[in-house]
C-alpha cells in the first residue's frame, strides 16, 4: 500500500476524475488508515511505499505490478502521469528478492490482472479496452506459467478489470456484468456458474473493488446490497468508507497490491 499523502486530482484519466472537485488529502489519508488498519487487524501483514510528491495517484498501488507465485509481472502504465510509479514498484520487489519480469508492452498490473488459485489449478483474468493492452496478456501468461482469460471491458466507467470484478475465494468471483462484452459475459457465466453478480448500484458504489482472504470482503461501505448478498453466499462482509479516493476513481482493491508467494 501507499499514503495518498500526496493524493490530489490534478488530470482526468478516467471519467471519475474532476479537477475541479476539491481534494482532501489529509481526510484521504485518514481512510486510508483506517483501511490499513482494518487489514492488519484481519491478520494481514501491509507493506508500504514510500509516497512522491508530484505522482498524485500513487496511492492506487493495485497498478504498479501483478505477481504470482511469487514472481512479478511489471506494470507499464498507459498515462504518462502515472509512468514514474512503476520503478518504484520495481524497486520495492526487488530489494525484497523477489523475481521480476519488466513488461514490453502497456499493462496496469492489478488493475488489469486478477488470480484464482484454484479455479482449473489456477487461472489469471484480465481485462482490457482502455488501459492494459490485450498483447500484455499474452505476455503475462507467458511471465506466470498461468492461463490467462481474456475479457473485454466495454464501459469507460469501468476502466479497470478491479472495478468491475474481483476474486472473493480460490475459486470463485463476484462481477457486474455490465461492463463487460457480451462475449466476455458468456465467457464468465461458463466458467463462474456460482458467482456473486452485482448489480449497478453497487457498481457504481465501487462495491466490485474490494479485497477478500477467502471469508473476510473488505469493500466500500456505500455498497450496501452487495454486502448482503456476500453475507448470504457465507461471506463476511467488512465496510469501509473511503469516499475521497473515490474521487480519483478508485477504492479498497486500487489502494492494494497483493503479495502471492
Ligand atoms: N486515477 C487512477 C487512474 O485513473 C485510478 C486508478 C485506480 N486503480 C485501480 N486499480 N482501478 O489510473
Same mark, same amino acid.
Given at each position: 500500500m501507499c499514503s495518498p499523502e500526496h493524493f490530489a486530482v490534478e488530470y482526468a484519466i478516467n471519467p471519475w476524475m474532476d479537477v475541479t472537485t476539491p481534494v482532501d488529502a489529509e481526510l484521504a489519508v485518514k481512510q486510508w488508515d483506517r483501511l490499513r488498519e482494518t487489514l492488519v487487524g484481519l491478520g494481514h501483514e501491509v507493506h508500504q511505499l514510500t509516497p512522491e510528491p508530484?505522482?498524485? %495517484?500513487?496511492?492506487?498501488?493495485?497498478?504498479g505490478a501483478f505477481v504470482v507465485d511469487g514472481t512479478v509481472y511489471g506494470a507499464q502504465f498507459k498515462h504518462e502521469q502515472r509512468t514514474a510509479e512503476a520503478a518504484a514498484h520495481r524497486a520495492f520487489y526487488e530489494a525484497q528478492g523477489w523475481r521480476f519480469i519488466a513488461p514490453t508492452v502497456t499493462n496496469e498490473g492489478e488493475g488489469d490482472f486478477a488470480y484464482l488459485p484454484e479455479a482449473h489449478g489456477g487461472l489469471i483474468l484480465a481485462g482490457y479496452?482502455?488501459?492494459? %493492452?490485450?498483447a500484455a496478456h499474452a505476455e503475462a501468461q507467458e511471465a506466470l506459467g498461468r492461463p490467462v482469460v481474456s475479457l473485454r471491458l466495454v464501459d469507460p466507467r469501468f476502466y479497470h478489470l478491479d472495478v468491475a470484478l474481483a476474486s472473493i475465494d480460490d475459486t470463485n468471483i463476484v462481477y457486474?456484468?455490465?461492463?463487460?462484452?457480451v462475449a466476455s459475459q458468456k465467457v464468465l457465466a461458463q466458467l463462474f456458474p456460482d458467482a456473486v453478480v452485482a448489480d449497478d448500484e453497487d457498481a457504481l458504489a465501487f462495491g466490485l473493488n474490494l479485497v477478500s482472504d477467502g471469508r473476510n470482503v473488505v469493500l466500500n461501505s456505500e455498497a450496501t446490497r452487495l454486502a448482503g448478498k456476500l453475507k448470504a453466499a457465507g461471506y463476511q462482509p467488512v465496510p469501509v468508507e473511503l469516499a475521497e479516493l473515490k474521487k480519483g476513481g478508485g477504492s479498497v482493491k486500487c489502494c492494494i497490491a497483493e503479495l502471492r508467494h
Open positions: 508530484g505522482l498524485p %495517484d500513487m496511492v492506487f498501488a493495485a497498478n479496452g482502455f488501459r492494459t %493492452d490485450p457486474y456484468p455490465g461492463a463487460f462484452s
